[in-house]
């Protein structure tokens, strides 16, 4: 008989990354992106057709969450230094990336192109994640940080669709669909949600009807060649007012986290590492070091220039948490690999890449410059 190992391999390591994170006070996220490189260049397990959707879904699930979060008023009040901000972190990557591609690299438009899309993004998820961990998804800088990020994933979003998707009727169909989901998400979530008869059951229905969205979000984007992160990051914008109205709601967004953080965004960030093939890395050491540093650099220096003349407080925490790549960048990584626009090899360079900003700079940030003291966290 055969047995699959790799959920007993997928739960040790959910578990095992808990409890590191537990004890040295490193982002589970983190930790989870590690261990998937870890086993899968030790154990050569690569990420199975269920475990691919279910990472795809959660990548969309934690994208909503983010947006969930995002404080509407605050994001208009900081709207100049969030777009700023946001623009900075994606277009001046974009192109740094691209001409280091395309003249440097020798590697052809198309796959320059991928490459400067996959490595402006800032990883929504990683953000998000953080800001949750540390409790900092409240306060001011964090929701200032959320908005920045789905500002520089916005224009990552334009910039991937604008470039790559050939436009048809399903590409039509997806818009569509797409509007009118985020439009009923707005103006009749409130019916779930303040039921009388769904309220505290068992069966969680007011989870399965948010399920429900990003499913049809997943499948029209997927027919119509699109991507589901951006809708699902405006449907959880519109639908955050929905999770403060009422203490059942908030109640939800608790039970949704809940569910997001104990078993599907693992399997994210795991299958992220899993992908990563440091043999095809090490051939192309070079590359690897090159595309690093200069999207790294060109990331730091854009926010930094931004936030130091736009925010008071936290600006090498902001630039840092900015400067992590992960989410949208898989996305786009993937697209380009499965299009023919770039081939194994760069597809693990760019990936690589992704995790390593994704690790590096939330450390960093993490140790040496987190916003608060812990007093001051107990005051927010």
Same mark, same amino acid.
């Not at 578990?15 to 154990?43: D, H």
């Not at 995002?70 to 990557?93: N, V």
């Given at each position: ?9 997928? *739960? ?16 589970? /996220? ?9 086993? *899968? ?16 879904? *959660? ?28 623009? /900075?972190?994606?277009? =001046?990557?974009?192109? &740094? ?27 929504? /998820? ?12 409240? $306060?001011? =800088?964090?929701? $200032? ?10 224009? &990552? ?52 009807? +948010? ?12 027919? *119509? ?27 939800v967004k608790k039970r949704l986290k809940t569910v997001a953080f104990a078993f599907i965004t693992p399997i994210f960030f795991i299958v992220g590492g899993l992908k990563v093939s440091l043999a095809l890395i090490a051939m192309a050491l070079p590359s690897f070091i090159g595309l690093l540093v200069v999207r790294q650099l060109s990331k730091l220096?854009?926010?930094?220039? +931004? ?16 400067? &992590? ?8 990584? +993937? ?46």
């Amino acid at each position: 008989m055969y047995a699959d190992i790799s959920p007993l391999i997928l *739960g040790f390591i959910i578990l095992f990354a808990s409890l590191i994170s537990l004890r040295f006070g490193i982002s589970v /996220a983190i930790l989870e992106i590690i261990f998937g490189v870890i086993v *899968g260049n030790i154990f050569n397990i690569s990420p199975e057709g269920w475990m691919i959707y279910i990472s795809s879904f *959660g990548g969309i699930f934690l994208t909503f969450l983010a947006g969930a979060e995002t404080d509407i008023k605050l994001m208009r009040s900081k709207f100049k230094e969030s777009f700023l901000i946001g623009l /900075a972190s994606f277009l =001046i990557p974009f192109i &740094t990336v691209f001409l280091f591609s395309y003249y440097l690299a020798n590697w052809s438009l198309l796959a320059s192109l991928i490459a400067g899309v996959t490595l402006s993004e800032t990883a929504v /998820a990683v953000v998000y994640f953080v800001l949750i961990e540390t409790d900092l998804a409240n $306060t001011e =800088i964090g929701k $200032t940080i959320m908005a920045a990020t789905f500002m520089t994933n916005m224009g &990552t979003a334009i910039a991937l669709s604008v470039l790559f998707v050939n436009f048809n009727l399903y590409t039509l169909i997806f818009l569509i669909v797409s509007f009118l989901v985020i439009l009923f998400g707005y103006k009749y979530s409130r019916l779930i949600f303040d039921n009388v008869r769904f309220k505290n059951k068992v069966i969680e229905p007011e989870i399965k009807y +948010v399920f429900l969205l990003l499913l049809v979000f997943m499948f029209f984007a997927q027919l *119509g060649g699109g991507q589901a992160i951006l809708p699902a990051f405006i449907l959880g914008i519109f639908m955050s007012q929905h999770f403060v109205e009422s203490k059942e709601s908030i109640e939800v967004k608790k039970r949704l986290k809940t569910v997001a953080f104990a078993f599907i965004t693992p399997i994210f960030f795991i299958v992220g590492g899993l992908k990563v093939s440091l043999a095809l890395i090490a051939m192309a050491l070079p590359s690897f070091i090159g595309l690093l540093v200069v999207r790294q650099l060109s990331k730091l220096t854009g926010v930094y220039l +931004v936030t130091r003349k736009y925010l008071d407080t936290a600006q090498t925490y902001t630039t840092l948490l900015m400067s &992590t790549g992960l989410t949208f960048g898989l996305i786009a990584s +993937v697209f380009g690999l499965n299009a023919g626009y770039i081939d194994q090899i760069q597809y693990s360079l760019l990936t690589g890449v992704l995790i390593t900003s994704a690790v590096i700079p939330t450390l960093i940030a993490q140790k040496w410059f987190f916003p608060f003291h812990q007093e001051d966290m107990l005051d927010q």
